[in-house]
């Protein structure tokens, strides 16, 4: 194998790896600090997360607390993010935009077995896909084994206060089967939270963005991404105005190890309701930062 020539393409930002007999190979450039960030998303007659292994029902904790799981938000960013322009790895059949039906025919149109070595492969996979730098992924098909750990990290969403589900007995108009009279399947159930306040928690590694190349233009798309993450996302279970992410707060500490520690940056934000008022819409609840010393926090909406 030739030896590599490394030269810098400042128009894209990215270092071109030019290798002889291979595919060319990009890494693009990071240098960003140690980020934190929270949103605030208020649900009304929605589901803002149905668990498939009980009836669809929205997910509780054993607390009662409202649950999306981190799985969820990051389907809603990666959506977003498509929206934008940029390709997605993980695609969903209905967005699906260069026609392939799996993860591993995604990877053998792009033919990355002209690839040399596991680094280049490593290192294509993350300039090629958004939610593969961002995220990470592990990759486990002929040719490919090996994983990528992303540096934006998401927790579950947990609502503040426990949750009311109410469900409703629903029909179809027609049977699914030919059949006579009414048959079973034209009876249902839909279930909705009816208010809640929930709560997302993220961060962003500086040291793991340095090597998928999630950089500066990245962490931008991903400030859209969170303020407008249910735009588009409009289904009979989550109707248009039952979702809405009402705050983003993010902290950029200036540095990349990190002034205070991820716990300590969330603890600052805190959401309170009168004690005799059970909340019916985001303005019952009084929110207010502590400001952390030599820490900045930018509010996005």
Known sequence: MAKKASTKKEATKKEALNVEGAKTVYRKVSNINRIDF?????????????????RNYPRID????????????????RNRIQDMGDDIYIQTDERCSD????????????????????E???????????????????????????????????????????VEVETYSITKSVNGKETKGMASDRMGENHVVK?????????INPRYAEKTGFDEEDVEKLKEALC????????????????SVEQVYWWDHGCKNGKYSANKVFDQLKIEHEPDVIPSKFSDYKISVDKLEGLEMKELI
Not at 38 to 54: E, H, K, Q, R, Y
Not at 229 to 241: H, K, L, V
């Open 38 to 54: 929270m949103a605030l998303i208020w649900v009304s007659g929605a589901n803002p997360n149905g668990n498939p292994s009980d």
């Open 62 to 77: 054993s607390n009662g607390l409202g649950v999306m799981t981190n799985v969820c938000l990051k389907r809603k960013l």
């Open 99 to 118: 026609g392939c039906t799996s993860l591993e025919q995604r990877l053998k149109e792009r033919k990355y077995e002209d690839l040399d070595t596991e």
């Open 120 to 162: 280049e492969y490593r290192t294509q996979v993350c300039c090629d896909w958004y939610d593969v730098r961002a995220f990470g992924q592990v990759f486990a098909f002929a040719g490919a084994s090996f994983g990528i750990r992303g540096p934006v990290t998401i927790q579950h969403a947990k609502s503040v206060d426990p």
């Open 195 to 203: 208010s809640g306040l929930y709560v997302l928690k993220g961060s």
């Open 228 to 243: 407008t993450m249910f735009e588009g996302d409009e289904s009979s279970a989550r109707p248009a105005g039952t979702m």
